[in-house]
């Protein structure tokens, strides 16, 4: 495991610190409803191995449907990470490591519900709605 990336970060306050490592480190981007409603934006999340995260500080999390949390700062709001509740995984933000752990976007999820004011650049996969909710359904 020479490729391992460790990674520190924090909120935007400080008052919450995340460490993990991060074997294939890779930008994730989401453009759903709910994430765009929550962070005014797509949210990025950056693949870590799950089994690493370490998390200090005041953290909320909010049940944001029957299957997913989203955790944030309760002093700052940041956010923190998306969590499925059925396997307690989270989906660090990577807006909580410097330059986003240097790592590279490989896939957008809910594509096709990307606002027409902004774009990604790069070549990397990019799902539809209909494809995401097939690869994610249980």
């Keep these: 495991m020479a490729n391992v990336k460790k ?3 924090q909120c935007l306050c400080g008052a919450v610190t995340v460490e993990a490592t991060a074997s294939a480190p890779k930008l ?4 759903c409803d709910m994430c765009r409603q929550h962070n005014s934006s797509m949210f990025l999340s950056i693949e870590t191995d799950q089994e690493s995260i370490a998390v200090s500080g ?8 029957d299957w997913a949390q989203r955790a944030f700062c309760k002093i700052c709001g940041s956010t923190l990470w998306y969590g499925t509740t ?7 933000s990577a807006g909580l490591f410097p330059n986003a ?7 957008e999820f809910f ?10 650049k790069g070549d990397h996969k990019k799902l539809s709605t209909t494809e995401t909710i097939a690869l994610f359904a249980p």
């Design 7 to 9: 990674l520190s970060g």
């Design 28 to 31: 994730r981007a989401c453009h």
């Design 58 to 65: 005041p953290v909320a999390t909010f049940q944001s449907s």
């Design 86 to 92: 059925s396997d307690g995984r989270r989906n660090l």
């Design 101 to 107: 752990g240097d790592a590279e976007m490989t896939v």
């Design 111 to 120: 594509s096709d519900k990307c606002p027409s004011g902004y774009a990604l």
